[in-house]
T-cell receptor
């Protein structure tokens, strides 16, 4: 079992719709959860971080965490073509100064 | 957010030579830096963790004598790929953390060994 699992996609979503990305993790003691966006050939860019159960909203992005189910998701509202990228879920055991374990990423394509 | 600068952004070297990659935190002191490697269509895999002034901690399967990491100051860590071979061709990415809850990534270095 992989430590962090994501559906590799590709996931295609019409422009203006909601894109839903999912991630499960195996380490129950995980404390910090991150979503990164990575464009082809570029370094990952932090989109959202979440540390406690529930929802966290930032603009068009909402992260959801359920530690009991070991599940974290990212919703992108009003999807734009510029959102087309690979989205990486990352998990760490502690807050700060801790190595990240990444999922393999979900490739998202927004269709104009 | 904090800025992490990685240099060079790309490098081509001959098989058997060594290549040094620099990772600098520009506006904060990075007590910990992480080095990742990403092969095409794969995710980031942690290679090693370096703390300022101490030896790096390498992940299982990563050769410490081949991938030399130096973290001599709070703003600079270097990764040297020694005796590079074509299978070392990859995208190398550093991240730095100075006590924040999130780590910040450099721009990455595309290494091609010919």
């Amino acid at each position: 079992q992989k430590e962090v699992e994501q559906n590799s996609g590709p996931l295609s979503v019409p422009e203006g719709a909601i894109a839903s990305l999912n991630c499960t993790y195996s380490d129950r003691v995980s404390q910090s959860f991150f979503w990164y966006r990575q464009y082809s050939g570029k370094s990952p860019e932090l989109i959202m971080s979440i540390y406690s159960n529930g929802d966290k909203e930032d603009g068009r992005f909402t992260a959801q965490l359920n530690k009991a189910s070991q599940y974290v998701s990212l919703l992108i509202r009003d999807s734009q073509p510029s959102d087309s990228a690979t989205y990486l879920c990352a998990v760490s055991r502690r807050f700060g100064n801790e190595k990240l374990t990444f999922g393999t990423g979900t490739r998202l394509t927004i269709i104009p | 957010g904090a800025v992490v600068s990685q240099h060079p952004s790309w490098v081509i070297c001959k098989s058997g030579t060594s290549v040094k990659i620099e990772c600098r935190s520009l506006d904060f002191q990075a007590t910990t830096m992480f080095w990742y490697r990403q092969f095409p269509k794969q995710s980031l895999m942690l290679m090693a963790t370096s703390n300022e002034g101490s030896k790096a901690t390498y992940e299982q399967g990563v050769e410490k004598d081949k991938f030399l990491i130096n973290h001599a100051s709070l703003t600079l860590s270097t990764l040297t790929v020694t005796s590079a071979h074509p299978e070392d061709s990859s995208f190398y990415i550093c991240s730095a953390n100075g006590g924040q809850t999130e780590a910040f990534f450099g721009q990455g270095t595309r290494l091609t060994v010919v």
